[in-house]
């Protein structure tokens, strides 16, 4: 889907003056963000859970690439504990 959508921006930005930068900075960017997508293994869709040090309550709302381990920062007292994955057979319904 950015594929496609990054191919249409760069053929509407073409027609801007001058008109090769343009088109060459749009699919640089799409092919860049589409790369990054293809490569992740895993998207944090949301969680919510407290701080470990001070019980501030932590989040993530909209879907993100996860890094393993991945960093959430308390804002409150700027402790950033880690979230991490632990996928095996029995969580996946693999026997």
Do not use: K, Y
Request: charge should be positive; charged fraction near 15%; proline fraction near 8%.
């Amino acid at each position: 889907m950015v594929a496609g959508l990054t191919l249409i921006v760069a053929a509407l930005v073409a027609l801007i003056p001058p008109h090769a930068p343009w088109a060459v900075a749009a699919l640089g960017i799409g092919a860049t963000i589409t790369r990054r997508r293809w490569l992740e293994r895993h998207t944090v869709q949301s969680m919510s859970a407290d701080c470990p040090r001070c019980a501030t309550p932590l989040g993530i709302d909209r879907p993100t690439r996860l890094r393993h381990p991945h960093a959430i920062s308390c804002e409150t007292c700027h402790h950033e504990p880690l979230l991490t994955l632990d996928i095996s057979a029995s969580t996946l319904g693999v026997s």
